[in-house]
C-alpha cells in the first residue's frame, strides 16, 4: 500500500521510535519540528502516534494544537513556541504562539 507520508516525515517517525516513540531531546519530547523557516512544522501528536506536516497559519494546524492542548500538552508546547522564537526570532513564532492564544487553543 502507498503512503502520502513524505520520506522526510518517515525517517522523524523512525527516529522518534528508536527513543520511545517520540522525539526526544534531552529526555523532553518535541511536539513542534520546525521547517522552512517557521512557514510549516511537523507536529507530533503523541495522543495517536501520528506525525502531521502542517501550515503554521492554517486551521489545521491550530485544531492539530488544540487537540494536544485537551489532551494536556499545552503548557510544553507552548514553552516550545517561546523557545523556537528565542532561538530564531525571525521566523515568526511569537506570530504563531499569538495566533493560537488568539484562537483561544491554550485556555482552561
Do not use: C
Not at 518517515?10 to 511536539?31: D, M, P
Not at 513556541?81 to 511569537?94: C, I, Q, S, T
Amino acid at each position: 500500500m502507498a503512503s502520502n507520508t513524505s520520506k522526510t516525515a518517515r525517517a522523524s517517525v523512525r527516529a522518534g521510535q528508536s527513543t520511545g516513540g517520540a522525539l526526544s531531546v534531552l529526555g523532553e519530547y518535541k511536539y513542534l519540528i520546525p521547517l522552512a523557516n517557521g512557514r510549516f512544522a511537523y507536529v507530533r501528536n503523541l495522543t495517536n502516534g501520528k506525525t502531521a506536516h502542517l501550515k503554521t497559519d492554517s486551521d489545521a494546524f491550530v485544531e492539530e494544537v488544540r487537540i494536544l492542548t485537551a489532551a494536556g500538552h499545552g503548557a510544553k508546547i507552548r514553552a516550545e513556541l517561546v523557545n523556537l522564537h528565542e532561538k530564531n526570532p525571525e521566523h515568526g513564532w511569537a506570530d504563531t504562539e499569538k495566533r493560537l492564544v488568539d484562537a483561544g487553543v491554550f485556555e482552561g
